[in-house]
């Protein structure tokens, strides 16, 4: 066995995404995270742990949604981001648009929640848990009621009297170092989850998938900034012109204007207009 995959915890990035590919674990993660009851959740395992060779990508962040059909995308952060808060829009805006490319309208578009699963505290008030939902700033009477949620769970959580006790368990056990996550936290779902580890580090597949994500992740270094921003700058374009397919077929010479373009920040303008856009003449006309 690799001696790198004995030696995860579960804040491990491909550990906390092979945990959470089971059902179970994951509603049992969302009803901790969330404090509230799902019936189930359906896991789209095609999108955890995945290698895509046309982005040169890999993703490690779990994809699910409820019988309410409510969208979840949860990603563990170990080491503290600049820039989390822009990183949860990007993830929701992710989700929006594959669900309008597939045909939904505005109306039709399920709550999301983008959950961070932090081993550290990314606002400093010591709280286990950060929830963000959109308020208005003149009056609490109005709500924007756009069916979205960013949340933000700490492992160094202090306050224990405003969270669940379960809560609390979980985190702590997400913290612990490798000899400490291996004691009892005198709870069942942790208990649950620490045999999917087990399991895991026992299984010759799940070996040969993280020795494969351990060389992609070299390969993908490699590559360089450079390539990595022309990469990133197709995949938007791609991200653009499949929301704005939503429309009717694109005409060349829009096609040709979108895939000339260099600027990624420009084509990020460009995706809130198309976001906005009535029509692909409105878009044409605002751009």
């Known amino acids: 066995m690799n001696t790198l995959l004995k030696n995860l915890t579960i804040k491990n990035n491909f550990m906390f995404a092979a945990v ?9 993660f969302l009803e901790r995270a969330l404090s509230m009851k799902i019936d189930h959740v359906e896991i789209s395992t095609e999108k955890n742990i995945v290698y895509h060779p046309e982005y040169k990508g890999v993703r490690l962040d779990v994809y699910a949604k409820d019988e309410k059909n409510t969208r979840y995308n949860i990603e563990m952060q170990v080491l503290k ?11 929701q805006s992710q989700m929006d648009m594959e669900l309008l490319a597939k045909g939904c309208e505005y109306a039709e578009l399920p709550d999301s929640y983008v959950i961070f699963l932090c081993d550290f505290d990314p606002f400093g008030e010591r709280k ?11 009056t609490k009477k109005v709500s924007l009621k756009d069916g979205r949620c960013i949340m933000f769970l ?11 006790k379960e809560l609390v368990s979980f985190l702590r056990f997400v913290h612990a170092d ?10 069942d779902y942790v208990r649950q989850v620490q045999k999917s580890v087990t399991h895991i580090k026992g299984s010759r597949e799940m070996e040969e998938r993280f020795m494969l994500l351990e ?3 070299k390969d993908e270094r490699r590559e360089g900034r450079k390539e990595g921003r022309k990469e990133g700058l197709k995949a938007a374009i791609e991200m653009l012109q ?3 397919s939503k429309f009717g077929q694109l005409p060349d010479s829009l096609l040709e204007t979108l895939y000339e373009q260099e600027d990624i920040e420009v084509i990020k303008n460009w995706m809130e207009i198309a976001l ?8 044409i006309s605002k751009m």
């Open 20 to 28: 959470m590919s089971d059902k179970e674990n994951c509603k049992g």
């Open 81 to 91: 981001q600049p820039a989390l808060g822009r990183r949860s829009r990007y993830y």
């Open 128 to 138: 286990y848990r950060y929830t963000f939902r959109t308020a208005c700033e003149e």
């Open 154 to 164: 700490n492992t160094c959580g202090e306050d224990e009297q405003d969270v669940p």
């Open 178 to 187: 490798l000899k400490e996550s291996q004691k009892d936290f005198q709870d």
């Open 215 to 217: 060389l992609l992740m």
């Open 242 to 244: 499949m929301v704005l």
């Open 276 to 283: 906005r856009a009535q029509s692909l003449d409105d878009f």
